[in-house]
Every structure is written in C-alpha cells, then in structure tokens.
C-alpha cells in the first residue's frame, strides 16, 4: 500500500493547474539541485524504421535524438493512466499523411493534443522535444522538480514557459513572469 505522505497530487481541472502553474511560477526554488553530468558526446544520427499510426506506411527517418518518438508515447501513455485526456500524433513523419496535409514547408513535428474537461476543446502543442513532455508530466503529478537532459534537477518553476505552450493554460501571471526573464 502506497505511503500517503508520499502519494502525488494530481490536478485535473484547467483552474487547479493555472492556480498551481500560478504559484510554481512565483515561488523561488529552494531545494537541493543535482548537477548532471558534466560531459556529452555528439549527437549521432541513425536511420529510424517509422511506422505511420494512421496510414501504416513504412519510412526509413533520420533519426536525431530529439525525435525520441518511443519514450514520448511513453510519457503521454503515463498522462492517460493518470487520468489525463492526451494523446501524441506522429502523422507529420509520414510521407503519406503528410503530403495531403498544408504543413509541408516547415520541419515535421509531433503534436500533443490535450484537454482537462468534455465540455473543452482539445489544446494542441507542436514538439519534438522529450524534455517537454516529461516536463508536462512532472508539472500533472505535482511535482516541482524534473530531471534534466544530463540528469541535473531542473526546478518547474524555470520552466513555465514550456507548460504554457504545451498546456494551453493562459495563466496571465504566469506569461507576465516569462516575458519579463
């Protein structure tokens, strides 16, 4: 049985999250932070057998490690399980679905689409980042801390201007704080 007092809050209405974005926003930081590592190596970049959900059509993909299409499923599928109403489209990658689409002057991107209630339209967000997704995570269980891309703690708070892009979430605070870094 879970420990209580370790047990996450989730928040599911749009209000409890802009009041939680609100306060994440405007309060300082003052936990212990991790540094991460301390080197990198370069991006290597592979072929990706891509296998369009809607279509079905196979596509060899240059494969950057920002496109981590497998491990973002994998945070959206841990949002669904949480309760959240989200789902990640990968269609843009296709040569099929993309070619009947409008989009085809600028870089494909995977969208997540979410919302907090039937009675809202779905937000959509465009990112092929999975630090992004993973921020969103946290941000739903109630966490104040993420860790980074090299394993450092990243406080939530220094990162609100991604959870109001991929959130849709119009906490007028919460942009005044970004547009004033």
């Known amino acids: 049985m879970p420990d209580k007092k370790k047990r996450k ?6 209000e409890e999250l802009e009041d939680h974005l609100r306060t994440l926003a405007n309060t300082p930081y003052t936990g212990e932070r991790f540094p991460g590592a ?5 991006v290597r970049e592979s072929l990706y057998k891509f296998v369009c959900p809607h279509c079905g059509m196979e596509t060899d993909l240059l494969y950057p490690s920002e496109y981590v299409f497998d491990e973002t499923q994998e945070v959206v599928k841990k949002l669904q399980k949480a309760g959240y109403d989200a789902y990640l489209y990968c269609t ?4 099929r679905c993309r070619s009947v689409s409008e989009n085809t002057k600028r870089e494909a991107e995977m969208q997540f689409v979410i919302r907090f209630s039937d009675s809202e339209n779905y937000h959509v967000a465009r990112s092929n980042i999975l630090q992004d997704y993973l ?33 849709g979430l119009t906490n007028v ?4 704080k970004i547009r004033n870094r």
């Open 9 to 14: 809050l989730v928040l599911h209405t749009r």
């Open 38 to 42: 301390c080197c990198y190596s370069p």
């Open 92 to 95: 843009e990658f296709c040569p």
């Open 173 to 176: 605070e919460a942009q005044q």
């Open 135 to 167: 921020c969103v995570l946290e941000f739903l269980l109630g966490n104040e801390v993420m860790s980074g891309s090299f394993g450092e703690t990243v406080p939530l708070n220094e990162r609100v201007d991604v959870l109001v892009k991929m959130l």
